[in-house]
């Protein structure tokens, strides 16, 4: 299995708190992706990186925020979470260095805001 | 802005039979990917199509790629309760350095 890991893997936390999301591996992979999975909308990208502090927006970037300060982490900041930002997110890597963008998924964190 | 269509959504089917899921996208690609996702957890890799008529098995599940048509294919042949999970079909634009845009899975039941 590829080395990813999220934490943290449960949260529930109230609306207007700031919430961070940690994803870290351990492939030394320079692509790393956030997506959010609702139900009846597959997984949505929120916000991708392509190197440390190289990051770019994905098709549901509104309300995230994030950073890559190394190879490794790549947080994902709510930084004042809603109720329409419950949801489980995942965190992806992929070695497109290869040419191929085959995305090896974390276990998820399952994030509910009151 | 690429679109991709699974469908069925939800299919019911009993063990041993055969059937398949469509996977329809809306602009020239030639990398679609397929994942599985057993409840609760996270998406499995199960196939890599990277070219127009490629094709992949692994057991009862053959996928397959029609870049002409935008259209891939996942066959699952002599279902057997195991395979029941979602599948999702995945697209990369090729674009730059984004992410893939899946479809909206298809949750498959097998019964006994």
């Known amino acids: 299995d590829a080395g990813i890991t999220q934490s943290p893997r449960h949260k529930v936390t109230e609306t207007g708190t700031p919430v961070t999301l940690r994803c870290h591996q351990t492939e030394n992979h320079r692509y790393m992706y956030w997506y959010r999975q609702d139900p009846g909308h597959g997984l949505r990208l929120i916000h991708y990186s392509y190197g440390v502090k190289d990051t770019d927006k994905g098709e549901v970037s509104d309300g995230y925020s994030v950073s890559r300060s190394k190879t490794e982490d790549f947080l994902l900041t709510l930084e004042s979470a809603t109720s329409s930002q419950t949801s489980v997110y995942f965190c992806a890597i992929s070695d497109r260095d290869r040419g191929i963008n085959e995305q090896f998924f974390g276990p998820g964190t399952r994030l509910t805001v009151l | 802005e690429l679109k991709v269509e699974q469908n069925p959504l939800f299919l019911s089917m009993q063990e041993g039979k055969n059937y398949t899921i469509y996977c329809n996208y809306s602009t020239t690609s030639d990398r679609l990917y397929w994942y599985r996702q057993d409840p609760g957890k996270s998406l499995e890799s199960l196939f890599v199509?990277?070219?127009?008529?490629a094709v992949k098995q692994e057991g009862r599940l053959m996928a397959s790629l029609d870049t002409k048509a935008r259209l891939s294919t996942l066959h699952i042949t002599a279902a057997v309760h195991d395979l029941s999970a979602t599948y999702f079909c995945?697209?990369?634009?090729?674009?730059?350095?984004?992410?893939?845009?899946f479809g909206k899975g298809t949750h498959l039941i097998i019964q006994p």
């Open positions: 199509l990277l070219s127009n008529g």
């Open positions: 995945a697209v990369d634009s090729g674009g730059g350095a984004d992410g893939l845009t």
